[in-house]
């Protein structure tokens, strides 16, 4: 089975450097990264965010649900670090 890809959406903030620092070195996992001149592009990160196992979003609430809004694949798994989907009676948690 191969290692998952995993890709934190907003690695350049506190949330994100930490779980990028403890994941990076981990042979059983591969991170994939958006390059920092496309954090904005809306199309690029859809693209990353549909090519991962898992999704980690470190982002601000009105980002993060973006972020869920833009996955189509449902393979796709979400581990989401702000509030915007943890109060949502309509997600599991």
């Not at 390059?35 to 196992?53: G, L």
């Not at 996955?71 to 989401?80: A, K, M």
Request: hydrophobic share 40%; proline share 6%.
């Amino acid at each position: 089975m191969a290692s998952p890809l995993i890709f934190i959406d907003g690695d350049q903030g506190t949330t994100g450097l930490q779980i990028h620092q403890r994941l990076r070195d981990r042979p059983d996992l591969r991170l994939i990264k958006l390059d920092p001149e496309h954090r904005k592009d809306a199309r690029r990160r859809a693209e990353i965010i549909n090519a991962c196992d898992i999704a980690i979003l470190c982002l601000p609430d009105d980002a993060a649900r973006d972020a869920v809004a833009s996955i189509e694949n449902p393979g796709v798994r979400v581990i989401d670090a702000s509030s915007a989907h943890r109060t949502d009676p309509h997600w599991t948690y």
